[in-house]
């Protein structure tokens, strides 16, 4: 026989549905710049390869370098480090899990309000705790 249970209802399904979507685009957006950070690191070594294979083939006099290639793969691989890094920065620094200089700095503290308070009502009293200025 079948238990009187509440089941649940398709808004239930659907928040679970969204959170589901939702840490799926948050490993999109750290696979992504992975993604890449690897790219530039194989064309840099295939690069660097293709310029040692060359010194071995003797029918080229001088061997050239793939600058634009490389300088390509070097700036995919930093942007993508640089993401990955700065995200894993910031999720330590918002655990507190970071050294005490990389913390966030605490913004001064604002100042009391019990002197603005206190001048006010002396205004409103007709007394002042400030001296007559002179003329």
Do not use: C
Request: aromatic letters at 14%.
């Amino acid at each position: 026989m079948m238990n009187d249970e509440h089941i649940p209802t398709g808004d239930l399904f659907m928040r679970q549905d969204t959170h589901v979507i939702t840490r799926f685009i948050a490993i999109l957006l750290l696979v992504i710049p992975g993604l890449l950070a690897t790219f530039g690191f194989l064309t840099m070594k295939n690069v660097i390869f293709d310029y040692i294979a060359d010194h071995g083939n003797d029918s080229l006099a001088a061997p050239s370098f793939g600058w634009l290639p490389f300088l390509g793969g070097f700036v995919m691989f930093a942007i993508g480090v640089a993401f990955i890094g700065g995200w894993v920065f910031y999720r330590d620094r918002k655990r507190n899990y970071v050294a005490p200089r990389f913390r966030k700095k605490k913004g001064p503290r604002p100042a009391s309000f019990k002197p603005m308070i206190d001048q006010q009502a002396s205004a409103r009293d007709g007394s002042s705790s400030e001296p007559p200025a002179s003329s």
